[in-house]
């Protein structure tokens, strides 16, 4: 199927465990990102890609490392979870960045208890 | 940095008219707005990517104002469809950074 998937989406984990969210877009487009929701914080940048191994921090990357070995692949690891990091979490694509709209995928709900 | 929404939250009765605005202290090179449903991720509405540029989309129309460093979703003759949370998000560098959003409520 054509779009962007999310797996999981749910998830539960304990404190102090690494945990990955995976991220796929079948389009090719060349930026994919990593958004954290929360209540009163609207979407918040994690990390981004502009194209296959090349990864940039947004505003809250402390805790979370990412990879992309390949175009459609974007996942997103908490290498120690905290319950801070409790969120829906997006991954999104876009074709051409700020000049093209991005697609969300159905999100990750998260627990870290 | 992050935009700037206004209202925080609106309640309509279907038919009547709204204006979400976002406004950024940074300049801006292109503007985004969303809408995200309840339970569900943000779907694209519109781009505008040059100051005094106004898209529309059926009754839901936008402006930038490059000088002013804002922009502006109006929605005319609301629907009980409209009702979501509607987000701006606004270029950076290489990435965008979205406001934390306008509840809107289209009430019958």
């Known amino acids: 199927d054509a779009g962007i998937t999310q797996s999981p989406r749910y998830k539960i984990t304990e404190t102090g465990r690494q945990v990955t969210l995976m991220c796929h877009q079948t389009?090719?487009?060349?930026?994919m990102f990593w958004y954290r929701q929360d209540l009163g914080h609207g979407l918040r940048l994690i990390y981004y890609?502009?194209?296959?191994?090349?990864?940039d921090k947004g505003e809250v990357p402390d805790g979370y490392v990412v990879s992309r070995s390949k175009t459609e692949n974007f996942p997103l690891t908490l290498e120690s979870a905290t319950r801070s990091q409790t969120s829906v979490y997006f991954c999104?694509?876009?074709?051409?960045?700020?000049?093209?709209?991005?697609?969300f995928g159905s999100g990750t709900r998260l627990t870290v208890v | 940095q992050q935009p700037v929404q206004s209202p925080q939250a609106v309640i309509l009765r279907e038919g009547e008219d709204a204006v979400i605005n976002c406004s950024s202290s940074k300049a801006l090179y292109s503007v985004h707005w969303y809408r995200q449903k309840h339970g569900e991720a943000p779907v694209f509405l519109m781009i505008l990517l040059k100051g005094g540029e106004q898209k529309g989309h059926e009754k839901i129309s936008a402006s930038f104002n490059e000088k002013k460093q804002q922009s502006s979703l109006y929605l005319t003759a609301s629907q009980l469809s409209y009702s979501g949370t509607y987000f701006c998000g606004t270029g950076g560098n290489n990435d965008m950074r979205f406001g934390a959003g306008t509840r809107l409520t289209v009430k019958p």
């Open positions: 999104a694509s876009s074709e051409g960045h700020l000049a093209s709209g991005y697609t």
């Open positions: 890609s502009a194209a296959a191994d090349i990864t």
């Open positions: 389009w090719s487009h060349s930026y």
